[in-house]
C-alpha cells in the first residue's frame, strides 16, 4: 500500500476512536507516532522473510514450560533441545503461550510485557528459536495483572499506568454485560479521593485496561514492534473481543474493537516483512467469524465449532451435525485462515456450538465427558443462571469411552480420526503439545490447585518423556507416531494447501467427508472417516477406488464395490 495512502487510513480510524478526546493535539502525535514506528522499522528491515502460507504449515502450540529438566535449567534451553529432536520435522510455527512474568492464569495475568520469566529463558531464546521457525505470541491485550507494573503505578499515580485501567462509576450501566466467568465483575475500591469501580473480565487478578485513553493502544501498538524486533511474526489477540465497553451495551464486539483490528492489519500489511494476526474470540460462530471483517481485520481467526462438533461426533458415532455445519459454514477468502485445533491450553468451548447443538445434545455430551472425567467452567448469564462455558478435559480422556465403547477399545481410534479431519479441513492445522502424547487428565495438580485447566496442562519431564519415546509400545510412543505419521503424510499434498477448495459431502450420519482441490487444480484428495465402532461400507465414486490412498492402508472393496472402513478408519483418497 503506498505511504500517503496508509498514513489517511490510520489517521481516519484513529480519529474514529478518539473523535470525543479532548486534546487533539495529543491525536495527531498519537496517530504520527504509528505511522513513523512504520516507517523506522521498514527502513531497518533490508530482506524480506514473510510467513510461507501452503500445506507445510502447521502449528505447535505450546507453554515454553510444557517439558522441564531440573531446577535450575532454564525451560526454553530444554524445549529447543527437545523440540530439535522430536518436532521440528513436523511443526514449523511455534505458538508460545504467553511466557512473561506473570501472576495467575498461567501466564495471562501479565506483570511486564517487556521481559521474559526468568524461570523460562531470555528474549535470545525466543529470538533463536525464530531464525528456523514462525513464533506466534500471545498479546494480553484486554487485561493486566493487579501485581503488575502498569496497576502498582495505577494506585501510585505514576506513569506508565496510572490512567490504564478501566474504572466506572455508579451511573454506568453493567445489566446487559455478557459475561465469560461466574465471579464478580465490578470491585470496589477508593483511590485519589475517589470511590471508583474496577471492571475484571475474567478474574480478580486481572483487571481490564482502559482503551478509550489512546495512550494505551499506543503502548500496545509499540509493544507489538517490540515483539516483531525479538522474532515474532504471528500475534494472537487474546481476549480481544471484550475489549471496549460502553454504559448500557453487551460490553463485547463493540464496533471499536473492531476498528482497533483495523489498525493493527493496516500496520501489520504495511511491513516489509509481513505479520499475521490471529483473534482469540471464544463466541458463538457468527460473532466469531465476524473478526474477519471485509477481509481487513484478523488474517486468521480460531475455528472454535469444530472441537465441540467433532468430539460429539465421534463420542455418539453420529456425524449429521458435523456435516451439517460444515456444508454451512463459509469457505475462505484468499490471505485468510481458519485455526483447526481440537485442545489447548484452556478447555473446550461451548459458547461457539451455540445454535448448533441442541440443548439436549450438549446434555448427553456433557453426562458422557463427566464420566470420561471432565469438570466444566460456568459463564455468568444472570445474578441467578449460569451456563457451561467450557468443558475442561484433556483429549485423551475425552475420547477415553463412549456410550457405544464403555470399555475403551477404540480411544485410540477415535483419537486419530479426530485428528484426521481437522488436518483434512480448509485452513491451518494447529496441536496442543500435550496431545501428541496422548496425555491424561492432570488430576493430581487439580486437586492441589483447584484450577478446572489445570487438568489440561500437564508439565513432562524431559528425562521421562523422552524415555516413553524410545519405547516402541508405550503409550507416548504409540501416540506420538501415529500424530506425527499425519502431518507428515499432510505436509506433502497440495490438495491441503490452506486455501485449497474445500467441498463437503454427505454420507450419511455414519461419515464425514469432505474433498479438498489444490490450487493449481493437479490434486483431488476424498478425506472420509468412518466416525462409528462398526465396520461400515459405502459406495464412492469408482475413480476414487482407483486412487492411492495416501495413508498406506489397503482397500478393501466388496463385490458390489462398496469401499470397506474399519471402525473409525480413516482414507484420504487422492486422484493426481
Known sequence: MDQSIYISKINKIFHDLYKSYEDKNDLKFYSSEISNLIKDFNRRIKLSKNLLIDEKLSVLITYADNITAGKNKKKLKIFKSFYARFLRNYFNTIHFLPFYPSSSDSGFSVKD?????????????IKDLSKYNSIMADIVINHSSSRGIWFKNFLL???PGNDYFFTIDKKFNSKNVVRPREHKLLKKIKIRNKTTYLWRT??????????KNPKV?????????????????????????????ESGTKCINHSNTHKIIKLLRIICSNLKQKKILITETNLPEKQNLSYFGKNDQANWIYNFSLPPLIIKSLLFENGSELTKWSKKFPCLKKGTSYLNFLAS????????????????????????LKKNGGEFSYRKINSSKKQVYEANITLFNAFKASDFDEN??????????????ILSFEGVPAFYFNSLFGTSNDISKFIITDNK?????YKWNNERLIKNLKINNSKQSVFYNEMTNLIKIRRKQ???????????????SKFYALERISLDKSQKILAITNLTSKTQVLKINSKYLKSKNLLGQKFKITFDKELVFNPFQTFWLSVN
Not at 485449497?500 to 450419511?508: I, M, P, V, W
Open 157 to 159: 499515580n505514576k506513569s
Open 345 to 368: 491450553h484452556d478447555g473446550v468451548g461451548m459458547r461457539p456450538v451455540e445454535g448448533l447443538l441442541t440443548k439436549s445434545s450438549l446434555n448427553k455430551l456433557f453426562s458422557r
Open 408 to 421: 475403551g477399545n477404540y480411544s485410540l481410534e477415535r483419537y486419530l480420526a479426530a485428528h484426521s479431519i
Open 494 to 508: 497440495k490438495a491441503f494447501h490452506p486455501n485449497a477448495q474445500r467441498k463437503n459431502l454427505n454420507f450419511g
Open 217 to 245: 493502544l499506543i503502548r500496545f501498538i509499540k509493544i507489538m514492534f517490540f515483539l516483531i524486533n525479538r522474532g515474532v511474526n504471528i500475534f494472537r489477540l487474546d481476549a480481544i473481543a471484550y475489549l471496549w465497553k
Open 453 to 457: 485447566r489445570d487438568l489440561n496442562r
Open 113 to 125: 510485557h517487556y521481559e521474559v520469566d526468568g524461570k523460562l529463558g531470555t528474549w535470545e531464546d
Open 202 to 211: 475474567f478474574s480478580p487478578d486481572q483487571i481490564d485496561l482502559n482503551f
